[in-house]
């Protein structure tokens, strides 16, 4: 006697392909769409083992080794106002203001 399958196994099995197809097209629109949006990179303004020093009187900056002190013409950032990443609030704070050779903060000359 042969061997029946009933309907509804044969059905079900093409219209769960389809459903997992849709969703896999879907979650790859999505993903094309918004890209990569919610993983936000930070550049860190020195590496490890570094800090960061600014130049006095201008808007220039550097990273130095945490073994040495900071070359002729840089100081340290004052403390709690030292940048860390690349456009955070101290970052874009300092290419409009720099510190005098008395240490008071001043708007830089060579802020445009």
Not at 29 to 53: M, R, W
Request: net charge neutral.
């Amino acid at each position: 006697m042969p061997r029946r399958t009933s309907r509804s196994t044969a059905v079900s099995r093409p219209g769960r392909v389809r459903v997992v197809a849709v969703a896999l097209t879907s979650a790859a629109a999505a993903v094309a769409l918004t890209g990569c949006s919610g993983f936000e990179y930070q550049e860190d303004i020195c590496s490890n083992g570094e800090y960061p020093v600014m130049t006095v009187g201008a808007t220039g900056s550097a990273c130095v080794s945490d073994s040495k002190e900071p070359p002729a013409g840089f100081v340290r950032y004052p403390q709690g106002k030292v940048p860390k990443q690349v456009d955070d609030k101290w970052d874009v704070y300092w290419r409009t203001h720099t510190l005098s050779k008395d240490g008071d903060i001043v708007d830089a000359p060579d802020a445009g």
